[in-house]
């Protein structure tokens, strides 16, 4: 199998938000349910508003149960190191201004990542780094040529990896006038 053929499942995990802010586990038995009250931004200290700075424009609007999860959460990420913690910010950031169907699509497919065998997890998870650590010229290329497909030949790219009979052929590469 090449080190491409989970691309398309690949890029369809590609966008989601790991953090799961509005998927918060129920407390454990015995636990009280979720603080009475919200927590205003203001009463945030500020290792805690740096951590959550993108949640800042929606904090008061969570519940009081998905802030006290993301408070949790914050305890954990101050240990982090930088650049760490700087992930975490963008994936934040990322998940605050996806759509409700974004998100619900998100959901769905990290379900359906957790649902796969452990050695297809591990299988994306490498194909995931190589494509975070190819040049952007090619992920864009790989990309363009993925949201050019149909499901069917996505789902057909799964079943027969490049290079193997029933493969789809690749789209051809686009021509540059001479002199570009």
């Known amino acids: 199998m090449t080190r491409f053929a989970l691309l398309p499942l690949l890029f ?25 009250a919200p927590r205003p931004w203001q009463s945030l200290d500020p290792a805690q508003q740096e951590v959550l700075a993108p949640l800042r424009g929606h ?5 009081p149960r998905k802030q006290a999860h993301m408070l949790k959460r914050a305890e954990h990420w ?10 975490i910010r963008q994936r934040i950031a990322r998940w605050q201004t996806m759509t409700p169907d974004e998100r619900e699509r998100a959901r769905e497919n990290m379900h359906k990542f957790h649902r796969l065998p452990p050695e297809q997890r591990e299988r994306l998870h490498e194909a995931y780094e190589q494509f975070q650590h190819m040049p952007p010229d090619q992920r864009e290329r790989l990309l363009r040529q993925w949201r050019s497909q149909t499901i069917e030949q996505r789902l057909q790219g799964l079943d027969h990896p490049p290079g193997t009979p029933g493969a789809p052929a690749p789209p051809p590469s686009p021509r540059h006038p001479p002199g570009h």
């Open 12 to 36: 369809a995990l590609a966008g989601l938000a790991p953090l799961h802010a509005q998927d918060a586990p129920p407390p454990p038995p015995g636990a009280s349910s979720a603080p009475d």
């Open 59 to 63: 904090w008061n609007d969570l519940s």
């Open 78 to 87: 101050v240990t982090l190191p930088p650049d760490r913690r700087e992930e």
